[in-house]
Nanobody, 126 residues
Framework: QVQLVESGGGLVQAGGSLRLSCAASGRTFSSYGMGWFRQAPGKERDFVAAITWNGGRQSYTDSVKGRFTISRDNAKNTVYLQMNSLKPEDTAVYYC???????????????????WGQGTQVTVSS
């Protein structure tokens, strides 16, 4: 069983920065792509960013390009989301997820992920 634990959320003013971390259990972390999603109140869970198993390719939703950076440290079984120039519309619960299939390309589809963390709240004040 894989467990994902997010941390690093909090309250920040617009224009500020936060760094989210997602620590994964298990010995196969380095074989799977990872993704970050977010869900605002009353809205669906949306794709934010993804990274391939070896960190060789990253993908982002348009609204965060140039502001957010996804990265991973396979030696630490951890994936990160560096968020800069935060906006009030970035307010949401952020979830990390592990891809369903090993060595797969990064995906923006929630159904392509089989394990999810419990989420961490990010609140950006104006």
């Amino acid at each position: 069983q894989v467990q994902l634990v997010e941390s690093g959320g909090g309250l920040v003013q617009a224009g500020g920065s936060l760094r989210l971390s997602c620590a994964a259990s298990g010995r196969t972390f380095s074989s799977y792509g990872m993704g970050w999603f977010r869900q605002a109140p009353g809205k669906e869970r949306d794709f934010v960013a993804a990274i391939t198993w070896n960190g060789g390719r990253q993908s982002y939703t348009d609204s965060v390009k140039g502001r957010f950076t996804i990265s991973r440290d396979n030696a630490k079984n951890t994936v990160y989301l560096q968020m800069n120039s935060l906006k009030p519309e970035d307010t949401a619960v952020y979830y990390c997820a592990r891809a369903r299939t090993y060595y797969s390309p990064s995906s923006y589809l929630p159904d392509d992920y089989s394990y999810w963390g419990q989420g961490t709240q990010v609140t950006v004040s104006s």
